[in-house]
Nanobody
Framework: QVQLVESGGGLVQAGDSLRLSCTAS????????MGWVRQASGKERELVGA????????YYEDSVKGRFTISRDNAKNTVYLQMSSLKPEDTAVYYC????????????????WGQGTQVTVSS
């Protein structure tokens, strides 16, 4: 069955960096767009960013532009979220998402979701 397994979350201080990983199985990874979505406590899920099948193009939500980078390794069925200059407002559960189209991720309607990993940024 399809699985998206995130890892790399944790507790960090403001200004620190952290890298999340999401390893996928059960579907043809290289033919799917991949993205990251986050949900802070008491708030709606929001898109962090997404990348097309090849990884050659990425889309980022404005608040993370210049601080977060999404990359993917199709040989390892893994997508990454490199986060730098972290802020307390980045605290959230981060979810990996997969979809046949980038648009589906952008509108928060992917085909598959991961279980999420907690990122907490202390001030």
């Amino acid at each position: 069955q399809v699985q998206l397994v995130e890892s790399g979350g944790g507790l960090v201080q403001a200004g620190d960096s952290l890298r999340l990983s999401c390893t996928a199985s059960g579907y043809p990874f290289s033919t799917y767009a991949m993205g990251w979505v986050r949900q802070a406590s008491g708030k709606e899920r929001e898109l962090v960013g997404a990348t097309i099948k090849s990884g050659a193009s990425t889309y980022y939500e404005d608040s993370v532009k210049g601080r977060f980078t999404i990359s993917r390794d199709n040989a390892k069925n893994t997508v990454y979220l490199q986060m730098s200059s972290l802020k307390p407002e980045d605290t959230a559960v981060y979810y990996c998402a997969a979809a046949k189209s980038l648009h589906s991720i952008v509108i928060l309607s992917p085909d598959y979701w991961g279980q999420g990993t907690q990122v907490t940024v202390s001030s």
